[in-house]
């Protein structure tokens, strides 16, 4: 086998044409990324070139069923179309205005020589970002239902690439920490998974995940280079139940020449449907405060009691300080019965009325009180898992929040099995979230899930499906539980996690005294640090996590009062994997641009050139930057602010403190 | 439990006298690090500070038995002995000739309050490079044969640590290359576990493993910052089977303030017991060539037939090259009977013959050859895993070098499982191959175990145990298994697997044509880089990998055969776990110094200081450093050699390729 893979790795930078019969090839639009595609000894395979440079060698295609014959031996090809586009469209809110959806593909028509002769296709579409190829099962041969057991789709990339990733099969999506390691060292992981060196990075992700299962990915035994698909099963060991023609996730590598130009790629939106909500006015990019970070630091409970959070009381002055602050949005968590532990859920029935507020809870008083005030309220269902007994609910508890003009909730599945049996990124997972998505969008309500299914750039399709968390949040850092997040990890992030789609991270800190009654707990950051995550981590809707109170007479606030959650486009500037980060926004409703960077524990100065200015205007740049003797172990709160002109030409020295950042608005002259 | 870890943590820098009733505190001679042992709700416990920082939070002591009631609770402290050394020895050869061996130390007596009553104890030594503690098992309460089923010791660490690790129960011990991650990633891992941040250095390690089984470190499920040993088990789930007094192996935690000194430590051999060899002249610190990288590249075979590589003439060849070129032996792997696959073993019953030579291999006269050409012989035993069938020909085998005098042998145990069925780790792999070293040393054989039991520092008492692999070696870069190292691998062993002793790694990689047979097989390495890493990656026995035609008409094998194989010290100058590394030796026997340094797949310049000179002596180096052009992927061979005269006040810029190296002999003028 290795000899076999080497050969062809040869052959494919020299010996292309010699091969065409059964070889097909496509090149991306600008012809730096190359993907062929053939059948040899009856079986399909594809394979890929950066820059002329094997990046996957011989891969296989295929599947296994649990009743028909495998879809994998005695193949052929029925005919080859060709395929291509170029086209622009608009988010109707996003970290870009306008995407450029600019491919080249093919559309391999397939059959079985033997058995039952079945018919089936695979398309490709090589974008300058990356490829993606999606399979469509038969039709015929007795497929009208089937059971797959095994995709056998493989990733076999060509060099021992450095890898970033999180292993699969833990509890609740994502909520780790990621791990740096050789691809050689990895077991089975989620995606993405990214991948760099040798000139390239990547990662393997997937797109438009409706109705299967999330794929990991599974190093095959022989071979540490060679992954393969490892879809979440049902609990009885089914991987996904199908029907004729379904069409599967797109399984997309993105290809990029550093880890900063990755950063910026579209393609797993352009490889989901368009928008299936006409009218998207309603669908609010905001900024918001929430009855929620004093839970996790141990001031309040979401239990009913004295130390109750969501009490009238208390959500009315939250409204009153957010209306004060220009805050145009107020989360309230535990205001709804059900949340006294330990019981959430009992007989596979949940306690949470989602429908049903507790009783120091005037959820019509506060409805008004908040319209009266111009501030919208956002809402908050947990689920705990117990996603059978939540659909029941839903449609009523939608209809609640319509009635008191909710319009956004957040979504919580605490637990690390659906109804304790279904793994929470298996089919069953990923189908009844969908349902839960449609349904919101009926009611002219968004969501964003902690906890959910990984995105693969859904929010294309339904945009009122705006953030996730699915990753280690803020919420780490504040006790719960009470390991807190490395210095790494948010400089990790944007390269890993945020390549499937938007975060809802909650950033914010200002006070680290919580510290007093957590002293375990560390926000492995800055303050300065802490601003520029508005930056870094985009997300359509941003936390100001911290107490109003921590932020009274804090000028930095400003920086969170100023900055957008809405951009007409974004540059990553500057980028190494766990280390650094800056990443510049424009304001999609006016001229200002944003800029955040970021370190790890170590200190640095990052020489960030302005050229993503307007040439020939003068700004002012609002600079929020690290005080003297910051350093996120010892002095976290140290902040300066300062202002200096600057042009396009500018060539700005970014000092960075341990766990340090930097925030800067740069308004025209 | 977090508000309680975070109160002691407090006190541990503030209320220490407070406390003295039940909390006994030691520091290390130069006062930086602090122990405190205690006793508190009957159980057992210790923590640790480094520069007046926690670095471990309160963690506990105790066992679990199969039969007798757990070693764990209502427990007392009978009487705290004082203890403290301070003395010097010397190594028969090493990485330093003279070990410092200073520590203070406490060893409880505890005592059941209840129950059996049984009386144990727990010595501490605390040096400052780190600390450890074992514990001596009872002799009472029906103590005399128990089986452990869980030691509770805990590492609760303060802070969520950037970790570097390899996962445990793979197969052969640690033949992976190491992930980094928050500490909160991990699962659970292979010991030496690296850890870095918050202005410390760490690894957790064992010494002195000779009858016990290895300890991996879980983490504790509902803290991401607390790992517990977690002891390798039998086939029947037993984890130790002990007899009465039984002393553990001693549990540590190295400490530092930077990785640099992290990778100098010398606790692990410190905790070791004195050598039980008198004499130890015949152990000779030695560089080898051998018949070994042809079969990785696939030009010769193990097995008889027409590729067979240890033929009498190829043998006798390879002993002239050696005799000509100043390297003192040559080892020869498939000699013996045995070796052709599929069938290394067969119920149970080794194939391998250790004291028969294949027909083509004319030991007598092979033997006499060498002896006359001044060279010395290197034996191979690959054992295939079969423990059992090996120690039955161990003793005969061993004969049969000596007579034809073979002083040192390299030894294999390829295989997941030992006699298919037992741990590569746990106490049956520990036992029986102590049982091969200490038969060794009775006929004054060297040995050097590729997958090995992992290296705890036995060579202090066992000098005879040069060298092991026990890592990702040079083979994989040849084709076996076909995924070569990554290029941060070398970068990281130094502050990982090296902790833990010598590695026999093989480098010295000159052609890289090999590639042409096997195209995807690549050594992410420059030529001066594999220079180098004979500073790098210590080890008392250094082969020559390359076969000898590769060294032919090369000038920079002259730094193969100048540089030596025995130290009187060394220094790690420079240091970034996964990114470079340098390394200054002087010559045990002279007074010349060598250094390597060696980066990952990045480019850069590191600025040393020749501060490790003697002052006011001028030197001449010798410069091997990477060529104009040098890249590992794309240009390894190109390598520079020059010289220029330098003091200890000298500060040389040494530039790296990508994967580059650079390798200096300094001789005095």
């Known amino acids: 086998?290795?000899?076999?893979?080497?050969?062809?790795?040869?052959?494919?930078?020299?010996?292309?044409?010699?091969?065409?019969?059964?070889?097909?090839?496509?090149?991306?639009?600008?012809?730096?990324?190359?993907?062929?595609?053939?059948?040899?000894?009856?079986?399909?395979?594809?394979?890929?070139?950066?820059?002329?440079?094997?990046?996957?060698?011989?891969?296989?295609?295929?599947?296994?069923?649990?009743?028909?014959?495998?879809?994998?031996?005695?193949?052929?090809?029925?005919?080859?179309?060709?395929?291509?586009?170029?086209?622009?469209?608009?988010?109707?809110?996003?970290?870009?205005?306008?995407?450029?959806?600019?491919?080249?593909?093919?559309?391999?028509?397939?059959?079985?020589?033997?058995?039952?002769?079945?018919?089936?296709?695979?398309?490709?579409?090589?974008?300058?970002?990356?490829?993606?190829?999606?399979?469509?099962?038969?039709?015929?041969?007795?497929?009208?239902?089937?059971?797959?057991?095994?995709?056998?789709?493989?990733?076999?990339?060509?060099?021992?690439?450095?890898?970033?990733?999180?292993?699969?099969?833990?509890?609740?999506?994502?909520?780790?920490?990621?791990?740096?390691?050789?691809?050689?060292?990895?077991?089975?992981?989620?995606?993405?998974?990214?991948?760099?060196?040798?000139?390239?990075?990547?990662?393997?992700?997937?797109?438009?995940?409706?109705?299967?299962?999330?794929?990991?990915?599974?190093?095959?035994?022989?071979?540490?280079?060679?992954?393969?698909?490892?879809?979440?099963?049902?609990?009885?060991?089914?991987?996904?139940?199908?029907?004729?023609?379904?069409?599967?996730?797109?399984?997309?590598?993105?290809?990029?020449?550093?880890?900063?130009?990755?950063?910026?790629?579209?393609?797993?939106?352009?490889?989901?449907?368009?928008?299936?909500?006409?009218?998207?006015?309603?669908?609010?990019?905001?900024?918001?405060?929430?009855?929620?970070?004093?839970?996790?630091?141990?001031?309040?409970?979401?239990?009913?009691?004295?130390?109750?959070?969501?009490?009238?009381?208390?959500?009315?002055?939250?409204?009153?300080?957010?209306?004060?602050?220009?805050?145009?949005?107020?989360?309230?968590?535990?205001?709804?019965?059900?949340?006294?532990?330990?019981?959430?859920w009992k007989n596979g029935r949940s306690r949470f009325r989602q429908a049903e507020a507790n009783p120091d809870f005037d959820m019509p008083a506060i409805a008004a009180y908040a319209k009266a005030k111009g501030v919208s309220l956002i809402g908050h269902h947990e689920t705990g898992g117990q996603v059978r007994d939540y659909l029941g609910q839903m449609e009523q508890a939608f209809d609640y929040y319509d009635r008191h003009g909710v319009r956004a909730i957040k979504l919580g599945y605490v637990g690390t099995r659906l109804d304790e049996t279904e793994w929470p990124d298996g089919q069953y997972a990923v189908e009844s979230f969908q349902k839960v998505v449609e349904a919101a969008a009926r009611h002219r309500i968004a969501i964003f899930p902690h906890e959910p299914v990984k995105d693969t750039g859904l929010r294309r399709t339904w945009p009122n499906l705006m953030s996730r968390e699915g990753a280690r949040g803020q919420e780490y850092n504040g006790g719960s539980p009470d390991t807190g997040n490395s210095p790494d990890h948010t400089s990790i992030l944007p390269f890993t996690r945020l390549l499937s789609g938007p975060l809802d991270y909650t950033p914010g800190v200002f006070a680290f005294d919580y510290r007093a009654r957590r002293p375990i707990n560390r926000v492995p950051s800055t303050l300065a640090h802490q601003l520029a995550l508005y930056l870094i981590l985009y997300s359509p809707v941003q936390m100001a996590v911290d107490l109003p109170e921590n932020y009274e007479g804090k000028p930095a606030f400003q920086f969170i009062r100023d900055v957008p959650t809405d951009w007409e486009t974004s540059r990553v500037i500057a980028g190494a994997i766990g280390d650094y980060v800056a990443i510049a926004r424009r304001d999609r409703h006016g001229p200002d641009w944003y800029l955040g960077a970021i370190t790890n524990g170590e200190a640095r100065t990052l020489r960030l050139p302005l050229a993503f200015l307007d040439r020939g205007r003068r700004y002012r740049a609002e600079i929020y930057a690290d005080g003297p003797g910051a350093d996120w172990r010892s002095n976290p709160e140290a902040v300066v602010i300062r202002a200096q002109e600057v042009t396009a030409e500018t060539v700005l020295d970014v000092a960075l403190a341990p766990g340090g950042g930097q925030a800067i608005r740069f308004r025209p002259l």
């Not at 393997?204 to 990991?216: F, P």
């Open 1 to 344: 086998m290795p000899a076999v893979l080497a050969m062809l790795a040869t052959l494919l930078l020299v010996a292309v044409p010699a091969r065409a019969a059964d070889w097909q090839s496509v090149s991306s639009p600008d012809g730096r990324l190359q993907i062929q595609f053939g059948i040899e000894e009856g079986r399909a395979w594809y394979r890929a070139a950066f820059k002329g440079r094997p990046i996957l060698d011989k891969s296989l295609l295929g599947f296994r069923f649990k009743e028909q014959a495998p879809l994998l031996d005695g193949l052929a090809i029925d005919k080859v179309a060709r395929i291509s586009a170029d086209s622009e469209w608009q988010q109707p809110w996003g970290e870009v205005r306008l995407v450029h959806d600019r491919y080249r593909g093919l559309r391999a028509e397939l059959r079985e020589t033997g058995g039952a002769q079945r018919h089936f296709a695979i398309e490709f579409r090589v974008y300058d970002d990356g490829f993606g190829f999606r399979y469509e099962l038969p039709r015929d041969g007795g497929m009208d239902r089937f059971v797959i057991m095994d995709e056998a789709t493989e990733f076999a990339f060509a060099q021992n690439y450095r890898a970033w990733w999180i292993p699969a099969y833990r509890d609740n999506y994502s909520e780790y920490e990621y791990a740096r390691s050789a691809l050689s060292a990895l077991s089975v992981v989620q995606t993405p998974l990214t991948l760099e060196g040798d000139g390239v990075a990547m990662a393997v992700h997937e797109a438009a995940l409706v109705d299967y299962a999330s794929m990991n990915l599974r190093t095959a035994k022989d071979n540490g280079k060679t992954l393969k698909a490892d879809l979440s099963p049902w609990s009885n060991g089914d991987r996904v139940r199908g029907r004729a023609g379904l069409k599967t996730p797109w399984r997309v590598v993105m290809v990029a020449d550093d880890a900063a130009r990755l950063a910026e790629s579209t393609i797993i939106l352009n490889l989901n449907e368009p928008s299936r909500i006409a009218d998207t006015r309603w669908i609010r990019p905001e900024k918001y405060i929430g009855i929620f970070w004093a839970m996790h630091i141990g001031r309040l409970s979401w239990n009913s009691g004295p130390e109750l959070g969501a009490t009238t009381e208390r959500t009315k002055s939250y409204i009153d300080w957010a209306a004060a602050n220009g805050i145009p949005a107020v989360l309230v968590e535990g205001w709804n019965v059900g949340w006294d532990v330990p019981e959430w």
